[in-house]
């Protein structure tokens, strides 16, 4: 559980980044460079899973990139999604969507996910520089300094929430 306590502080610590007028991404953030190590994992993951494992592109959200591993790829025969925060390059790998596991230990456990997937993704994720998250630690309610919450709008969430997380904060449309 130290990881866990070492995690939300980093958590606490990227919340508190300078951001722009929005909260995409904090101020620095080179999309240049993300885009280009995203589809450097992307790449390298349609090598280790023997097909093509799409990388898609999202705008207005805290991440910008998204690579899937298709089910007919995975070993456990379950897509595989690895979602790319704007923020401290922050990964999170959800199988198949991001509250069916509460991580990668119960992935495995459930049959959604082989060993060996895990570790072709985890060691892709290590050898390019991101920062894997435990969606344990995601889909509760968020408790940084970021107002997710304005007059004008509410930061969207997914519909069985009725709060905002740190997934919304990391790894969401805003």
Known sequence: MDDDRMMIALLHELDRLPVPDHLEHPEGYDHRRAGLRATELADRLSEEFGG?????RNEDASYYFAIGVPA????????V??????????????????????????????????VADRRRIEAA?????????????????????TRLVDEDSVISHPPHQDVATRWTRFFEHL
Not at 52 to 56: G, V
Not at 96 to 111: I, Q
Not at 125 to 145: A, E, I, K, N, T
Request: charged fraction near 20%.
């Open 125 to 145: 994720l290590s050898d390019l520089g991101y920062v894997q998250v435990p969606p344990r630690l995601l889909h509760r309610p968020f408790d940084g300094v």
């Open 72 to 79: 007919e790829l995975a070993e456990a025969g379950v897509h």
């Open 52 to 56: 093509r494992c799409p990388l898609d």
């Open 81 to 114: 999604g690895i979602r790319l925060s704007n923020y401290g390059d922050l990964a999170v790998v959800t199988t198949p969507s991001p509250d069916s596991h509460a991580g990668e230990d119960g992935a495995v456990a459930a049959g959604a996910l082989s």
